[in-house]
C-alpha cells in the first residue's frame, strides 16, 4: 500500500508559476499510475492530470492544458505538477493521487484511484 504526501503549494500572483510534489512510500511507485487533482470549498474534486508508470503518456483536463505539465522521477519515487501562467480559478487544494497496474493515463474519476495524499494548498492572487 503506497503513501502519498504533497509539498510544494503555496501562494503565487497570477500569471506566476508553482510547482507541487507528491512523495511516495510503502510500494514499488512504478506499479501506479499518477494522478492530481484540485478541488475547492463547496465542490466536487475535479482531475487535473494523470502520467502512466513510464512516464511517456499523460492526460489533462482542458483547462490546464498547454499550462501545466505532469511528470515523474521513477528513481525518486515522486510526481511533479509544473504550473505556469496561473490564474485565479486555479486556487485549490491540490491532491496527488495513485492507482496500481494501469498502463493508461485514462481515468479521471476520484473513485478510480484508491491511493490520496493530504492535499496542499495553491493559492493565486489578482
Known amino acids: 500500500q503506497v503513501q502519498l504526501v504533497e509539498s510544494g503549494g503555496g501562494l503565487v500572483q497570477a500569471g506566476g508559476s508553482l510547482s507541487v510534489s507528491c512523495a511516495a512510500s510503502?510500494?514499488?511507485?512504478?506499479?501506479?499510475?499518477m494522478g492530481w487533482f484540485r478541488q475547492t470549498p463547496g465542490k466536487e474534486r475535479e482531475f487535473v492530470a494523470s502520467?502512466?508508470?513510464?512516464?511517456?503518456?499523460?492526460s489533462y483536463t482542458d483547462s490546464v492544458k498547454g499550462r501545466f505539465t505532469i511528470s515523474r522521477d521513477n528513481a525518486k519515487n515522486t510526481v511533479y505538477l509544473q504550473m505556469n501562467s496561473l490564474q485565479p480559478e486555479d486556487t485549490a487544494v491540490y491532491y496527488c493521487?495513485?492507482?496500481?497496474?494501469?498502463?493508461?493515463?485514462?481515468?479521471?474519476?476520484?473513485?478510480?484511484?484508491?491511493?490520496w495524499g493530504q492535499g496542499t494548498q495553491v493559492t493565486v492572487s489578482s
Open positions: 510503502g510500494g514499488t511507485f512504478n506499479n501506479y499510475l
Open positions: 502520467i502512466n508508470w513510464s512516464g511517456d503518456s499523460t
Open positions: 493521487a495513485a492507482r496500481w497496474g494501469s498502463v493508461r493515463p485514462v481515468y479521471t474519476a476520484r473513485h478510480d484511484y484508491a491511493y
